[in-house]
């Protein structure tokens, strides 16, 4: 049981900041060539178009109208989704933004490169690293721009009978620690690495793709071990390997802790999460589960699951007393 959530005052500015950003992607273009038409060649001798089947602007600046539509059914579509958790939309917004500037970026550097030429003309070098830092700089300025989150409801009363509680005597304390490797991770990570590599001297000389695969696969990797805390504040998960990043659960935000036998092998989407929860699941072995009053569960992976879930149980019993809801 947990009090009623407030209002989300946010929600708005999210949604702007998720469906706003893919209008710059045909905008951008468009307002330099507009400027500069009387300066740029007749036809976008653009990169990856062969100079002899190079269109003319309008035809060039119509193609990047199509990718407005599919971009905003699928943002939408994501945050709508993800409409009861306002940190998952945060991410959506972050990474729209991100992608749409980046894309914005690439049309703009190649129609400014062709200001004042007569025909093609190379990419500058410094243009992909600075389309890189820029779609970086977007994601985390729209992270920032989406506000503080809404507080989550609160849980008010004691674990359910049927949970492991474990028997504490007053006044003490007690502490769990588990560290776990996640070999579906590291797998997920290196074939994302793999897939960067091949598309980088194979498939395509357009960065966004190839760099968002490599991103990604850094990123798993770097998420392989994990570590688990469980004490008198709360449960946290941090990541050693990503610079001891981590993930804190106050006790207010778990309405009880129980074990399962096994976990999924896909797991639950490590610290950012989906609708479903969040957490890190081996596929094997008993699985610590909280159910959070956000309506999503946190999943761990630990041979002491059993402990592991006595201990929050036994905590969320002292803080909140020994009555149920």
Same mark, same amino acid.
């Given at each position: 049981?947990?009090?009623?959530?407030?209002?989300?005052?946010?929600?708005?500015?999210?949604?702007?900041?998720?469906?706003?950003?893919?209008?710059?992607?045909?905008?951008?273009?468009?307002?330099?060539?507009?400027?500069?038409? @009387?300066?740029?060649?007749?036809?976008?001798?653009?990169?990856? /178009?062969?100079? @002899?089947?190079?269109?003319?602007?309008?035809?060039?600046?119509?193609?990047?109208?199509?990718?407005?539509?599919?971009?905003?059914?699928?943002?939408?579509?994501?945050?709508?989704?993800? &409409? *009861?958790?306002?940190?998952?939309? *945060?991410?959506?917004?972050?990474?729209?933004?991100?992608?749409?500037?980046?894309?914005?970026?690439?049309?703009?550097?190649?129609?400014?490169?062709?200001?004042?030429?007569?025909?093609?003309?190379?990419?500058?070098? /410094?243009?992909?690293?600075?389309?890189?830092?820029?779609?970086?700089?977007?994601?985390?300025?729209? /992270?920032?721009?989406?506000?503080?989150?809404? %507080?989550?409801?609160?849980?008010?009363?004691?674990? %359910? %009978?049927?949970? %492991?509680?474990?028997?504490?005597?007053?006044?003490?304390?007690?502490?769990?620690?588990?560290?776990?490797?996640? *070999?579906?991770?590291?797998?997920?990570?290196?074939? +994302?690495?793999?897939?960067?590599?091949?598309?980088? +001297?194979?498939?395509?000389?357009?960065?966004?793709?190839?760099?968002?695969?490599?991103?990604?696969?850094?990123?798993?990797?770097?998420?392989?071990?994990?570590?688990?805390?469980?004490?008198?504040?709360?449960?946290?998960?941090?990541?050693?390997?990503?610079?001891?990043?981590? *993930?804190?659960?106050?006790?207010?935000?778990?309405?009880?802790?129980?074990?399962?036998?096994?976990?999924?092998?896909?797991?639950?989407?490590?610290?950012?999460?989906?609708?479903?929860?969040?957490?890190?699941?081996?596929?094997?072995?008993?699985?610590?589960?909280?159910?959070?009053?956000?309506? &999503?569960?946190?999943?761990?992976?630990? &041979?002491?699951?059993?402990?592991?879930?006595?201990?929050?149980?036994?905590?969320?019993?002292?803080?909140?007393?020994?009555?149920?809801?």
């Amino acid at each position: 049981m947990y009090d009623v959530p407030q209002h989300d005052a946010g929600r708005l500015r999210r949604l702007i900041l998720t469906a706003a950003p893919p209008f710059l992607i045909p905008l951008v273009p468009l307002l330099l060539v507009v400027v500069f038409r @009387d300066r740029l060649p007749d036809r976008a001798y653009v990169p990856d /178009w062969a100079p @002899d089947q190079a269109s003319g602007w309008s035809q060039w600046l119509s193609t990047h109208i199509w990718p407005v539509g599919l971009f905003e059914v699928v943002y939408f579509s994501m945050f709508m989704h993800y &409409r *009861r958790w306002p940190e998952l939309q *945060r991410w959506v917004a972050a990474f729209s933004f991100g992608m749409s500037v980046a894309m914005a970026a690439t049309s703009g550097f190649a129609v400014a490169a062709l200001i004042d030429s007569d025909g093609p003309v190379p990419q500058p070098s /410094w243009a992909g690293p600075a389309e890189v830092a820029i779609a970086l700089l977007a994601g985390i300025g729209a /992270w920032r721009l989406a506000g503080p989150l809404p %507080p989550a409801p609160a849980a008010v009363g004691a674990p %359910p %009978p049927g949970v %492991p509680v474990l028997p504490l005597a007053p006044g003490q304390r007690a502490v769990y620690t588990a560290s776990t490797w996640q *070999r579906l991770v590291l797998l997920q990570g290196a074939a +994302f690495l793999g897939l960067a590599w091949f598309s980088a +001297f194979n498939l395509s000389r357009s960065w966004p793709g190839t760099a968002m695969a490599g991103l990604v696969g850094v990123f798993l990797v770097l998420q392989a071990r994990t570590v688990l805390r469980i004490d008198g504040r709360g449960v946290e998960v941090s990541l050693p390997w990503l610079g001891g990043l981590r *993930r804190a659960l106050p006790y207010d935000a778990v309405q009880f802790a129980s074990v399962r036998p096994r976990g999924s092998r896909t797991g639950p989407g490590g610290l950012v999460g989906g609708s479903k929860g969040w957490g890190y699941v081996s596929g094997r072995g008993p699985v610590l589960a909280l159910r959070l009053t956000d309506g &999503r569960e946190f999943l761990y992976s630990t &041979r002491d699951a059993e402990t592991a879930a006595a201990l929050v149980n036994a905590s969320l019993a002292r803080a909140r007393g020994a009555a149920g809801c």
